[in-house]
């Protein structure tokens, strides 16, 4: 099955501080989602982007398809965007999602 | 619009107890899907439906049962909870497959 890799799997910032974060995956996708999973669980959708750039606020993201990897960036950071932040893409046409194992971002005041 | 809801927010079992987890969504969606999460990782796919009346196997599918009966629910059956199943349960669903999902709030369960 098609394989979901993120880094850094951790990540610590300063608030004010830019990251970037990426999500690599080993086969052609047609649906790839990035997440927030604040301190209380709760996943929120960030982006639905299988390809290209979009941009929402402080937080964009690029995905280039035919190199199989996707970049989420966050400017500014602050300490709200503290979380796990998940990938993840469709195998198959059932729509299935497979989730990547994360990254977890910490923003210090 | 309530988007995805689930039912009930908590629950601890006893090993070999039952119990279904609810899942309703108000946006017409044909998907609908069951994840569990585990501690340190991402979501794994359980089971999934793509039309009322249809189930399918995901990823991780053993001691789980599921029904769609009418369009907008999905339930999530364990028929003798094991600990193994201690997990946050995510339900998902959407519009058809290659669009975007919405996940409800998810369910913490407990099996002791």
């Known amino acids: 099955g098609i394989q979901v890799e993120q880094s850094p799997p951790d990540l610590i910032l300063q608030e004010g501080a830019n990251s970037t974060l990426r999500c690599n995956f080993s086969?052609?996708?047609?649906?790839l989602q990035w997440f927030h999973q604040n301190p209380w669980g709760q996943l929120i959708n960030l982006f639905y982007?299988?390809?290209g750039t979009k941009q929402n606020g402080r937080l964009s993201a690029t995905t280039v398809a035919t190199e199989r990897y996707s970049l989420l960036y966050i400017s500014s950071s602050q300490t709200t965007d503290s979380g796990v932040y998940f990938c993840?893409?469709?195998?198959?046409?059932?729509?299935?999602?497979?989730f990547g194992k994360g990254t977890k971002l910490s923003v210090k005041p | 619009n309530a988007g995805v809801t689930q039912t009930p927010k908590f629950r601890v079992l006893k090993t070999g107890q039952s119990m279904t987890l609810l899942c309703a969504q108000d946006?017409?969606?044909?998907?609908m899907y069951w994840y569990r999460q585990d501690p340190g990782m991402g979501l794994r796919l359980i089971h999934y439906?793509?039309?009322?009346?249809?189930?399918a196997k995901g990823e991780v599918p053993d001691g789980y049962n599921v029904s769609r009966l009418k369009k907008q629910n999905f339930l999530l059956g364990l028929e003798s909870a094991a600990p193994s199943q201690t997990s946050v349960y995510f339900c998902?669903?959407?519009?058809?497959?290659?669009?975007?999902?919405?996940f409800g709030p998810g369910t913490r369960l407990t099996v002791t």
């Open positions: 998902a669903s959407s519009y058809w497959d290659g669009y975007e999902q919405y």
């Open positions: 086969d052609s996708v047609n649906n």
């Open positions: 982007i299988p390809s």
């Open positions: 993840a893409v469709e195998e198959g046409s059932q729509g299935n999602l497979i």
């Open positions: 946006m017409n969606h044909e998907y």
């Open positions: 439906s793509v039309g009322e009346g249809t189930t």
